[in-house]
């Protein structure tokens, strides 16, 4: 399989036969000039699988509504949040996941969870390989910024979501994970704790803006917890797992 970082929380997933975007933001150029999304992953004959996890507008872009206009074999998985969203009235092949809710096809078999923040995460099993992608969820501490007792309060709701996650998955081929270098000093503690948590084979980083080479520091915490990270140094980078 290839995996594609597009840009912020927006990675593509390309299968034998099928592929998977999460969160698309905004398109960007491949090597060739050519964009990602218009130019390469809607001319693809192959099926494709859109996945949101809120209704941020750095997470959902109303564009790709658009996308199962012209290519028919799209399916849309939304987080229930998404269905408050006014531009999805009048779409039809949406499935929305509330927390802890399934959906399951002959090709993928996924999962919602929550979030610290709007919306969900999801599990995606394919061939027995689970694939993580997080949205938002992170321990958005604040720890630099607001009161001992309030930052504590958000570094537990994420743990609470974190450990519901473990109680469900106890292992991860691939996370998509937020690692934001806006927190402070301690930006990388949500990705820590989740592959301390979760044994996790390959780590991803989002939500990082153009920090590539403090959000690439996480590889030497992975490396600790035999998780291999995924060094990214350019949008529109592809790896092959």
Known sequence: MTVTYIFHSCYLLEFDGFSIVFDFYKDEKRDDGRFWISDYLLEKPEDLYVFCTHSHPDHFNPEILKW???KTNVKY???KEVMDS???LVYQNIVFLDKLEEYEDNRIKVKAFGSTDTGGSFVVNVSGKRFFHAGDLNNWHWNEEVPLLESTGYENSYLCQ???LAENVDQLYLAMFPVDPRLGRDYMRGAEQLVNRISTDYFLPMHFGENYEKV????RYARLQNCTYLNVYKKG???EL
């Open 162 to 164: 974190l450990e519901l």
């Open 216 to 219: 690439n520091a996480f590889s």
């Open 77 to 79: 998985i939304f987080s």
């Open 237 to 239: 980078q592809s790896f």
């Open 86 to 88: 006014r531009e999805i």
């Open 68 to 70: 199962g206009l012209n």
